[in-house]
């Protein structure tokens, strides 16, 4: 006898947290020392910094700022930061700002840039205010690593894979032109519950019956019928949230390989400020919360069923999970950009664009190089490199 399920309830909606930042408002921002408007990104304190007095600051870390921090455990319902709200499709992305200084206006076309010169009197004016078009996040994890450091990492990956890279790479290969950009994420924390469902089997005796060719070896098993459930919270999970990005058409990007760069410490996020973004250049995030969920449950069952591991480890025979649900009590989203370094090069005989990219943070480097078959095959014999060269190839085709 099975109690019917209960009547499916209205989605609730989600409630939206004011995540902007009160301290800044669109157009002129100053130096709170000279009130300069040139001001950048410092990578190597990751502090931004007045490129006439040299006074460095920073914006308040978000962790703690954004939202009621709090036990995950309590988490119900879903929240959003109001940087991570839905995408208006009608929303403009050019925005016409009146310069404070001297009152001309000036175009910021936010889908490629978040900060524009007045050509009158040259200040800087930056977006700051959120706008319904995914282009002004919850938060920024601002580069910690220099171009000149990227440079370096980018030189170390390839002159690794010398041997094996097609030599039409190696003439064009021009480490200086990797570009920062700060890539679209949403991070997300959660209350979990998972049941997983399945069979799991025990050894209870082996033994042998026939003599010489016929000789066989049986196995006699306990079958028994496994159901693990599971509470768990997670905290500051990674979802992609451009499409574009996510996309994993291997046949004419290796877009995968800024997933094999992660994690980021974006416990060090800051508040968003559009000054950490001059210089560099960034994509706008194109999915909202709803259109995520297919990918957070996927995380979510995973670590699910890597939390239950430990619990069948005595089924020696191993266990076959054949079901599995889960149950997100409450979620916790912010959008927030992450820093990484990209050099891309566009094999034209295969059409398709290879990356190296590196963590803007980390380093941690991780790329894809197009491989000269024939150079391939003459080395193949060398068993101690052929394992990096099929990490390449993995990469490529996976
Ligand atoms: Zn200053
Ligand atoms: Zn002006």
Redesign the pocket.
């Known amino acids: 006898m099975s109690t019917p399920p209960p009547p499916s309830q209205p989605q609730d909606q989600p409630e939206v947290v004011n995540t902007q930042n009160a301290d800044l408002g669109d157009g002129v921002n100053?130096?709170?020392?000279?009130?300069?408007t040139?001001?950048q990104l410092r990578a190597s304190t990751g502090m931004l910094i007045?490129?006439?007095?040299?006074?460095e600051w920073s914006e308040q870390q978000a962790e703690g700022q954004l939202f009621d921090d709090g036990n995950l455990t309590e988490l119900r319902g879903t929240t959003i930061g109001s940087g991570a709200a839905d995408i208006a499709a009608d929303v403009n992305a050019v925005v016409t700002l009146k310069c404070q200084g001297c009152g001309a206006e000036v175009v910021v076309n936010t889908a490629a840039a978040m900060s524009s010169r007045c050509h009158w009197c040259r200040h800087v004016l930056t977006i700051n205010n959120q706008i319904a078009n995914g282009a002004v996040p919850d938060a920024v994890l601002p580069f910690a690593l220099s171009h000149e450091e990227a440079v370096a990492r980018i030189t170390e990956f390839a002159s690794k894979r010398k041997t094996f890279a097609n030599r039409q790479f190696l003439k064009e290969f021009t480490p200086q032109n990797v570009v920062g950009v700060y890539m679209p994420y949403m991070i997300v924390d959660g209350n979990v519950s998972s049941d997983v469902y399945g069979h799991g089997e025990v050894e209870t005796r082996r033994y042998t019956r026939g003599t010489d060719e016929n000789r066989r070896t049986y196995y006699d098993a306990d079958v028994y019928q496994l159901h693990r459930h599971v509470d768990f919270t997670v905290d500051d999970l990674t979802i992609e949230s451009s499409a574009e990005r996510a996309m994993m058409d291997t046949s004419v990007n290796t877009n995968n390989i800024i997933n094999t760069i992660l994690p980021f410490d974006t416990k060090n996020a800051v508040r968003w400020n559009a000054n950490y973004l001059n210089g560099f250049s960034s994509e706008k995030r194109d999915q909202d919360v709803e259109q995520l969920q297919p990918a957070l449950e996927h995380q979510l069952l995973s670590i699910a069923r890597s939390q239950v591991a430990p619990s069948v480890s005595r089924y020696g025979r191993g266990v076959r999970w054949e079901a599995e649900k889960v149950d997100v009590h409450g979620t916790r989203w912010v959008s927030m950009y992450l820093p990484v370094w990209l050099y891309s090069y566009f094999q034209k005989e295969k059409n398709m664009v290879h990356y190296i990219a590196v963590n803007g943070r980390t380093g941690e480097t991780m790329g894809s190089i197009p491989v000269a078959q024939g150079r391939l095959l003459a080395v193949s014999a060398a068993v101690g490199v052929v394992a990096e060269v099929l990490a390449i190839i993995i990469l490529v085709v996976s």
């Open positions: 100053r130096c709170p020392r000279c009130g300069s040139d001001i007045c490129l006439f007095c040299r006074h």
